[in-house]
Structure formats: C-alpha cells, structure tokens
C-alpha cells in the first residue's frame, strides 16, 4: 500500500472515530395529576421503549409530569443504556440493567419520587420520540410535536361583550386555537401566541396570556414547556371575565401592532359576533355601509397593515341583544359585508369568516384528524 492510498485511509479512520454516538431519547409526558389509566399506558410506553431498544447504545427514556404553570414541570424518571457493557458476560449486565430500570422506573410511577439510572448522553438527542398522555388535543387531534412549520405567529382577540354573551370566547375556543397553534409551528424556537381581550376603546385592549416559544435543547423540552403554558390559559382569561366592551377594531389594531414586527408566518383569529360598538356605531342597532364603516376606520387609525396576516373570524349569531332591534338575516349581511370591506381595507392575507366558535375545530386543512 502506497503512502497515499494509507493516508486517506488513516483520515477515514479518524473521521469515523471523531463521529460522536448517536443519541435518541424518548419522553412520556403526563399530565398534572395523572390518572391510574394514564400511569399505565405510561407503563406500556415504558415497556415498548425497553423492547425496541434494549440493544440501541446511548438511548434514552424520560418520564416527565406537566406542570400546572411553565415553570412547574417534574421530571420522575429517567434512564440512558451504557454505551457498552461491563463485566464479562454482557448479555447478563445488560438483561440485570433493564431488569432495575424496570424496578425504578414502577417506584417512580408509585411515589412521583425523581429517579435515574445510567449516565445521560453528553450530546443533545438526534432523535426525539414524545408519547403525550392523554394523546389528543381539545380539537380531538392526536398530538404530533414537530417544528417543521417554522416560526408562526397566533393572536387571539376576544369579544367578551353582552351581545355575544361570551360565547364566542371562551376557555375552550381558545385552547382549540392555541392548540392548532402548537400543532402547526408553535414548538418552533421564536414562535408566538397571545390573547388580547377587546375593550371600550384601543387603549382598553388588554393582552391577558403570551406565550414565546424557548429554544430549549430539545423538543421534548419545549413541548413541556409549552404544555405548562397551556395549563395557565383558563386562569389568565377567568381573571378578565367581567371585561366589557366591543371596540373589536381597537383590539385587533393592538393585536396586529405587536405582530408587525415578528417574522414569520402570522395568524390572527377574531373570536367575536363583530357586532362592534365604538365610536358613533353600535352594529347592535344599526350597522353603517361598508364605505362608511371603513371611512370611519381609517379616521380613527384602527387599519392596520395585514398584508402578511391571515385573519378567521368566528361567533357570528343570530340572537338578539336584551333592548336591540331583532338581529335578522339582513342584520347578518351587514355586519358580514362591514367587516369583509375593513378587513380588504387592511390589506388582509386571506379572511375568513365563520360561524359559532365552539363547533369549530380549526383543524389544518393541509392535515390532521
């Protein structure tokens, strides 16, 4: 062999050698207070992990409960295979090592007690696995964390005012979007998501929750992170319910204003009837001609630059507020016909508008269910 046909084959061998070992982990996550069928189909994780991988050098399993806050998770268990056997008979250390892992991993599930055994990896996983308890979201879609989707950005304005009488707004309307949020971008580093409630006026808009996606080492980390936040949601709006006003332009200027200076893909979801009551209208009573309305919009600076903002909107009704004029299909039009001019008005990505907020799933029309 020639000197340089040996040192290439030198530099392949270093090459290969200087690769560090593949690292894969997964990760149950719980929910706050699990329930005995939820410790067992974490039990049944377990055991699937142990199977599949009891061969696989380096990996790892971790068991980790939500916290009711972002800042409160627990992790109870965690166990990463040697990188290579000790003693001299390797099938026995290894089936002795799996066999106290299984051990540990019952006791955590037990008493909740953090537990460990072997040495994490020191590299971050290449691949990471999440088994989310329970599976599905509040849209009835199983979860799949990826960031594939890049950063997005959601907002939310909430119309809490009497003509609506908080239906369109609601704990759950708004989980359904933070969770399609999260389905679609969300676990991506530097994505965003917030809630504004709408007020009297532009400067009684209230940002009431805020989440800003982590760069945490991996995924897993994230999804807890988020899940937590999650967690906060019916509280941040309970704290605003006596909220009142219908300024719905003043709320989504302030929401798209904080918007306009984050890149990536945004989206802005209006859960209201857009029976607006600002300034000289009350849409309760009489809706103005689109030209008016979008006349008077533009007066009051209430038109912000949507060019890069996908808005839905849902909550349209029929009812009739306490002391109104019947709201009758015609009223339906005029609202509809106001709001689709504003909305074109602002330079809107793409407009939707909807009907009730709780009967719809936002599911990604590219996939899911």
């Not at 049944?44 to 380096?58: G, I, P, Y």
Request: positive net charge; contains cysteine; charged residues 20%.
């Amino acid at each position: 062999m020639n000197r340089a046909a040996l040192a290439l084959l030198l530099s392949v061998f270093a090459a290969c050698a200087a690769q560090p070992p593949r690292v894969e982990e997964t990760v149950v996550l719980l929910p706050v207070v699990p329930k005995a069928p939820q410790l067992q189909r974490a039990r049944a994780a377990f055991d699937a992990w142990a199977h599949a991988n009891r061969r696989t050098r380096n990996t790892t399993f971790r068991l980790v409960q939500v916290g009711s806050v972002r800042s409160a998770a627990r992790e109870r268990f965690v166990v990463t295979i040697p990188s290579s056997w000790k003693g001299p008979n390797a099938i026995a250390s290894r089936d002795a090592f799996m066999a106290e892992a299984r051990e540990i991993f019952e006791l955590a599930v037990r008493d909740a007690h953090a537990r460990s055994l072997g040495t994490p990896a020191a590299n971050p996983p290449v691949q990471t696995s999440i088994v989310t308890i329970p599976d599905r979201d509040s849209r009835d879609v199983r979860w799949a964390w990826t960031s594939r989707a890049g950063v997005t950005h959601a907002a939310v304005v909430c119309d809490q005012s009497a003509s609506g009488r908080r239906s369109a707004c609601t704990s759950a309307s708004v989980r359904r979007v933070l969770d399609a949020w999260l389905a679609n971008g969300g676990l991506a580093a530097g994505s965003s998501f917030r809630v504004w409630i709408v007020g009297r006026s532009i400067a009684d808009a209230t940002r009431v929750f805020a989440i800003d996606t982590p760069d945490r080492p991996t995924i897993a980390d994230r999804a807890v992170y988020l899940l937590g936040a999650r967690n906060e949601l019916a509280g941040a709006l309970e704290r605003h319910a006596t909220s009142v006003g219908s300024d719905v332009a003043g709320g989504i200027t302030a929401a798209v204003t904080e918007l306009s200076g984050r890149a990536g893909a945004k989206e802005l979801y209006v859960l209201s009837d857009l029976r607006l009551s600002a300034g000289p209208f009350s849409f309760d009573r009489d809706v103005p001609s689109p030209e008016a309305f979008v006349r008077w919009l533009a007066s009051e600076r209430l038109l912000p630059n949507c060019r890069d903002v996908a808005i839905i909107a849902c909550g349209l009704h029929f009812r009739t507020t306490p002391g109104t004029a019947t709201f009758d299909a015609r009223r339906d039009a005029e609202v509809r016909a106001a709001w689709i001019a504003a909305f074109a008005a602002m330079h809107a990505a793409s407009v939707e508008i909807r009907g009730a907020c709780e009967t719809e799933r936002f599911i990604d029309q590219k996939g899911g269910a």
